[in-house]
């Protein structure tokens, strides 16, 4: 009996651990996704067929509570042979794709704790942070009254028969502070679906429904607690699908994700989240906690038909922390997205903690459920009405958030969206609500400033490149539209609206729920002098099939306001290009930031945009009266005579062989004045600073340094310029200024005319290899040559320029450069005492080219070549936007009401009746309570205290009595 009882111990131990055991595992764990909806038993025979008996591979379950749904995705464990997997099932007609299943490790707090080295230039936990999703929290009342919640409590509206689905770290479902918890689902490796360790899932939930102590926004919201994040903060995007299919197959009205990174390229989740959103899921995401940088914003809150919130504080100012726009997938060739879409409270919010009681959180994770919370409150509101119940989707939620929204004065739409969530003017404005379609930003507007900030930061001038503004159409009519014409000018005559061409490219289709307009615009010969400022406006017509049946084909016309300032084109010494064409980062590819001690930082995310880790410079530039062009494109699509200076900074890409010479020509032909600010380069250190990617269980090398100096060198060759593959760091003065140089290049070869800087500096890349601190005097690190009709000048390192370098800016620099420049001059101003001396010829070496196979890959000028190696690739026509013919301007539309202001909202933006009512007053209810129920007991304890006395009294007097009746007897 004791035998088997071992044996059989043994035998249930082991099959626990070969069940668990893949999901622990990562590293030949492969999602394979179909193209429809499959039993388990019908996934599993498409895998058989496929696969057979020609690999060691196994499906791994799901959870118990989706197994039994059918799925559009499974999980495989492959033993060996995993080169051969994919191209083996993609070839059956079911497969649709087969991609590794990515493990997601997140931070809590901070989101540099996880950063560390493993030894000289190895950093293995930081690399993660850019491929993982992150929760965020960063950690510091009931917001329940700041959104004034209790103004739709008071007309019955508590969120009742809503689902929403919190994916996060779980919740306890017999947690006390709520009334209604649907279920409680663990999709990670641990079957323990409450939160017992990190408490993220716990407090989210609560700021959303709460019904007792630290109260929520929607207390009788019913609560679907996902848990997709396990104990240690780790999650998988196969564990994120499950959910994401539970939620499909359980009818859950609303998703609350208050995770995000910057992988706008993880096509398969994001795939699955338009997936939920056209089958009518609202989806509520966080921005992310990267502020206040620009160009940090976190996917899925990127997404198009995603409500993205970002965070304020309590004096209505964007939260340091909450991240900024603009999106960046659509760059370099065009300009990206606003978001987020509308901001709240997300600073040391009051929520339930594990234990029972409230603790304080600070984070857009915070502003996140706080935006749900009201949802809910909304989604309840129109499915209790039969006419508002027909057209509740995604689209018409967010319509009614946005145009309710009340702007913050003095912050740019890039930080704030449509401004701070109004709960109560977006209750009135549900009353009358019909579907429609909106567009976000609601105008193209170059005089409001700053909100329209970057747009209206430089008028428009003739011969300038075209700017484009990326508008986002919203279909509240239906999942599904089409723009059956296409959009109309129509230029006010009245204000030389002739003077102003507008390009349109857009979506034809719109799903789901949006799609988006980008309006290119430019100043035509007529308009070189003036100056004014030209209006005019869009038309923009989309049509939605029915949803119903007695509901027909529905048309919606939109009217977008365009104000232009236009001035005559400036002098040319005035006008800059910065080239954008030739940067590479994140996550396009593993390109490293420039900063090589920014160890919680790997990668290089934020665009390396003017708009975005650029702007200081460019705000910088405008307001010395520079005007700063995009050059998205190579060098062969630019006019050379309209500019003074071309300006390279931290460039990542190689160049085509015919842009070379035609720049080169420009230089010495076209007075055209060329500035360069490089980054470290360093073959031997690029291939020792490693990553370890936990996704494939390798080590990831860097497809580039900070920037690409042996391309650079070769571009500038022709004038005897040749940067070397040192990289140094250290500080130093330039006159009153203070310098930090971090991570840059030197100058190895400069013409004997041009005169140079030299410092001391730390050789980093010795120090990262051999572990050696090295510091070595007279290193070139800038340089200024005047040739007859033009100049060249180098600096060895952006990160002065780049607001996230975290080094002191040195803008001046650059503005004395030009200045210099247009001078013919190699003295600084007199305020600086710094002289520049004559070019002496150093020792440094020549860059080595680090092996680099995947570079082409990521590459816009070269491509992997078919027998291997890279060739060059053939250069993209250049962009040309035919003017679209302008339509006679309405009278009827006159420009100044022409706001789309969505139904029927008070011109003056004053808060709505509903808003007059004390928004404290649940509070105070909740106070009273609590007092009259402290007097109650109080009265009570009197009561008792006086019957106990009474009851002394008396049985004192009865045993008094009963003695002497005994003594009389005795007697």
């Not at 497969?95 to 230039?121: A, C, F, H, R």
């Not at 700021?207 to 679907?224: H, M, N, Q, Y």
């Not at 997404?303 to 939260?319: K, P, R």
């Not at 600096?795 to 320029?801: E, T, V």
């Amino acid at each position: 009996w004791y035998q088997r009882r071992v044996r059989g111990t043994m035998f249930l131990w082991s099959l626990l651990l070969l069940i668990i055991s893949p999901r622990v595992q990562c590293d030949e764990q492969l999602i394979v996704t179909f193209t429809r909806y499959l039993s388990r038993l019908e996934r599993k025979q498409v895998l058989r067929t496929c696969l057979a008996n020609n690999f060691d591979w196994y499906t791994i379950p799901k959870p118990r509570i989706v197994e039994h749904y059918k799925s559009d995705f499974s999980v495989i464990y492959v033993g060996h042979n995993l080169g051969f997997i994919k191209p083996t099932l993609v070839k059956h007609e079911l497969v649709s794709n087969v991609v590794q299943d990515k493990l997601i490790q997140n931070t809590l707090k901070s989101e540099s704790n996880n950063s560390s080295y493993n030894g000289p230039g190895q950093r293995s936990s930081s690399y993660l942070d850019y491929f993982r999703r992150k929760i965020l929290s960063v950690s510091s009342r009931s917001v329940a009254s700041l959104v004034h919640a209790p103004a739709l409590w008071r007309r019955g509206y508590r969120g009742a028969g809503v689902k929403v689905a919190v994916l996060d770290t779980g919740l306890n479902r017999q947690h006390p502070h709520f009334s209604y918890i649907g279920d409680t689902v663990d999709f990670t490796d641990e079957n323990e679906p409450n939160d017992k360790v990190i408490g993220h899932g716990t407090f989210v939930a609560g700021v959303i429904a709460s019904s007792r102590d630290c109260l929520g926004i929607a207390p009788d919201t019913e609560i679907f607690s996902l848990k997709v994040f396990n104990s240690h903060q780790i999650s998988h995007t196969s564990w994120f699908l499950d959910a994401f299919n539970y939620v499909i197959n359980t009818g859950i009205d609303i998703i609350n994700l208050s995770i995000g990174g910057p992988d706008f390229q993880d096509s398969i989740f994001i795939d699955k989240v338009m997936e939920l959103t056209s089958k009518g899921v609202i989806f509520v995401s966080a921005m992310g906690n990267d502020g206040p940088l620009y160009g940090t914003l976190n996917n899925p809150a990127d997404q198009l038909d995603v409500i993205g919130v970002g965070g304020l504080n309590y004096d209505d100012e964007i939260a340091e922390f909450s991240s900024r726009g603009m999106t960046l997938w659509e760059l370099p060739e065009g300009s990206g997205r606003v978001k987020p879409d509308i901001v709240t409270y997300g600073t040391a919010i009051r929520g339930s903690n594990m234990k029972g009681s409230c603790r304080y959180l600070t984070g857009t994770s915070v502003s996140s459920p706080v935006v749900t919370g009201a949802v809910s409150l909304l989604t309840e509101i129109m499915k209790k009405n039969e006419r508002l119940s027909r057209v509740l989707s995604p689209a018409s939620i967010k319509q009614v958030l946005m145009a309710s929204a009340d702007r913050l004065p003095g912050i740019s739409i890039f930080e704030q969206g449509s401004g701070k969530m109004n709960l109560p003017r977006a209750y009135e404005l549900l009353q009358g609500y019909v579907p429609q379609i909106t567009i976000s930003p609601t105008k193209i507007d170059w005089t409001d400033c700053p909100y329209m900030w970057p747009i209206c930061s430089q008028p428009l001038y003739h011969t300038a490149m075209p700017v484009t503004v990326n508008m986002t159409v919203i279909n509240g009519m239906g999942v599904y539209g089409t723009i059956t014409t296409p959009p109309t000018w129509h230029p006010n005559k009245l204000t030389n609206g002739h003077v102003l061409q507008l390009h349109f490219s857009y979506s034809t289709t719109l799903w789901p729920w949006t799609g988006y307009l980008a309006v290119t615009l430019s100043v035509d010969a007529s308009g070189a002098r003036f100056a004014g400022t030209v209006e005019g406006y869009v038309l923009l017509t989309v049509q939605s099939p029915a949803t119903n049946e007695d509901i027909t084909d529905q048309t919606s016309t939109l009217h977008i306001p365009i104000k232009v300032n236009v001035i005559p084109t400036p002098p040319r010494n005035k006008r800059l290009l910065w080239d954008h064409f030739h940067s590479i980062g994140y996550p396009v590819g593993p390109f490293p930031r420039d900063n090589l001690k920014l160890h919680s930082n790997p990668l290089d995310w934020n665009g390396d945009h003017i708009h975005t880790n650029f702007n200081g410079v460019y705000k910088h530039l405008r307001n010395k009266g520079y005007f700063v062009e995009i050059l998205s494109t190579h060098f062969e699509c630019f006019d050379a005579s309209h500019y003074g200076f071309l300006l390279l900074v931290d460039p990542e890409d190689v160049f085509f062989e015919t842009e070379m010479a035609k720049l080169r020509q420009d230089v010495s032909e076209k007075g055209l004045s060329l500035v360069v600010f490089a980054d470290w380069y360093n073959g031997p250190l690029v291939k020792h600073i490693k990553f370890y990617d936990e996704n494939t269980k390798q080590w990831v090398v860097l497809q580039g340094g900070g920037a690409n100096i042996p391309a650079l060198n070769k571009l500038l060759s022709s004038w005897d310029i040749v940067l070397s593959d040192k990289v140094w760091y250290g500080k130093f003065g330039m006159g009153p200024h203070a310098m930090e140089y971090a991570s840059g290049t030197s100058l190895l070869s400069f013409p004997t005319e041009g005169r140079v800087f030299s410092t001391t500096l730390v050789d980093e890349a010795t120090e990262m290899i051999h572990n050696k601190e090295m510091a070595v005097r007279d290193v070139p690190v800038y340089g200024i040559h005047h040739k007859s009709h033009s100049s060249i000048a180098v600096y060895g390192d952006s990160s002065c320029l780049d607001n996230a370098g975290h080094v002191s800016p040195c803008y001046w620099l650059l503005e004395e450069t030009l200045e210099m420049i247009n001078q013919r001059s190699y003295y600084f101003s007199p305020d600086i005492d710094e002289k520049l001396s004559p070019w002496i010829q150093n020792s440094f070496r020549h860059p080595k080219l680090a092996s680099t196979p995947l570079f082409a890959q990521y590459s816009r000028v070269v491509q992997p070549a078919a027998e291997g190696g890279q060739e060059f690739r053939s250069p993209k026509v250049c962009p040309v936007y035919p003017a679209v013919e302008s339509r006679d301007f309405n009278d009827t539309y006159p420009i100044g009401q022409l706001n789309n202001k969505l139904l029927s909202i008070n011109s003056d933006n004053q808060p709505v009746d509903i808003v007059l009512m004390e928004e404290t007053e649940d509070e105070n209810s909740i106070k009273l309570f609590y007092i009259l129920g402290f007097i109650t007991f109080l009265m009570v304890l009197v009561v008792c205290f006086f019957l106990y006395f009474m009851f002394s009294f008396f049985h004192k007097k009865r045993i008094i009595l009963y003695r002497r009746v005994r003594t009389r007897r005795r007697v």
